[in-house]
């Protein structure tokens, strides 16, 4: 596009006016055109003045008092409120888990073994509804992202749920570590939604009072042996 | 005169550090200017007490991404004001509604307001919006307040995407030439 054509759009430019075709012509223009770059900052301040133009309103009152109550809901846990929120919802999802897993593994193979197995999971699964929580925090990879682990330490399941978790990119899932005197053992594979929350059924080879810490990484789908990439998100068991 | 208080640097850092009454120390200085704006765009106060607090909130949570190199404070949180307000508007599947009436001089006397920084520059704008042809204020008013884009602008009005493009370029240049006019004006006023 010629150097008239492109000037002509930079006032819609500088509003954020113009289309995505129209927008990489301007920029790609930009680069070479002092011209165009002086009267683009021009419309800026413009642009900036118009933030300044809606009618004045006075906000109501109330805002003070909501933001100071949504602030202390945040310091004292900053979970705390959606965890509260979903507690019904994850008591629900335990049982369903428990209900899917007895139902496959029973028509899947009925002998006495796994059901007395499933016997132990079922009921470790069930008592986690009350368990003990620990909360988990998102590393400098994603400050945003939270979490509750609900475990007993004599057993071998737990149910973890994350938040605002950032979303993983095509062909990599995320990975839990349970992690004791510097050895990690996988405790499953999951991924997240739109909203970056995900619930995960974590199983260890091992009781979880042994484990210190839990940590979860980004892996290639089907897991790693090893973390291979920096944690995510984790705290101390 | 009353004490201003903290400069917004000094409250920002506070904010980064964790500190709710520096938070609330900014929420008194702004609240009023985000509210309006997000007022002014979604024209619903329900949904313009819930922008302004989540702006707050990602102020509380996010203060690390304001960079003073790059404008003012109040700008910036307007900034970011406007593209929350759009983004709700858009979520609600609705259509942002041009002013309808010319503005008020009287607003201009509400003495909370008259504290806030760029006020008054901003309703002298305001004003010279209303000196346009009033397609060619309300195509401004779509772009910016509605978030349009030239061909969403042609949809919504049904005009041919010439037209648009032609009719905001005046626009746009129409309001500069009369904004510089005015800050001129006021700058020979101020200078001695």
Redesign the interface.
Known sequence: MIHEAIR??I??Y??????EE?QAEVEKHLKQCAECRILLA??RL???????????????LH??T???R??AQ??SHRVGKRVVARAGALVALVVSVVLLFVTNLYWWNRTTAIEERVAVQATAIVALAEAPTVTLQGDALAP?AHGVLYYRPEATVAILHVYRMPLVEQGKVYQVWLIRDGQRDSGGLFTVDEAGEGTVLITAPRPLREYKALGITVEPVGGSPGPTSPRVIGGDL | MADPGPDDAVLLQRVANGDEDALLLLHTRYVNLVYSMAMHVLRDTFLAEEVTQDVFLKLWQKSEHYDPRRGRFATWLLSVTRFAAIDRLRYEGRHFVPSSEPPNREEASIEDWRQQIDWDQGQQLRMLLWNLPPDQRELIELAYFGGMTHRDLAEHLHLPLGTVKSRLRLGLQKLRALWFEETSEDQKHYDP
């Not at chain 1, 500088?14 to 289309?19: K, M």
Request: proline letters at 11%; hydrophobic letters at 40%.
């Open positions: 002509d759009l006032p819609a500088a509003l954020g006016a113009t289309d129209e021009d419309y413009l642009a900036d003045e118009l933030l300044y133009t809606a009618p004045p309103l006075s906000a109501p805002l003070t909501d933001l100071r949504r602030l945040l310091s945003e």
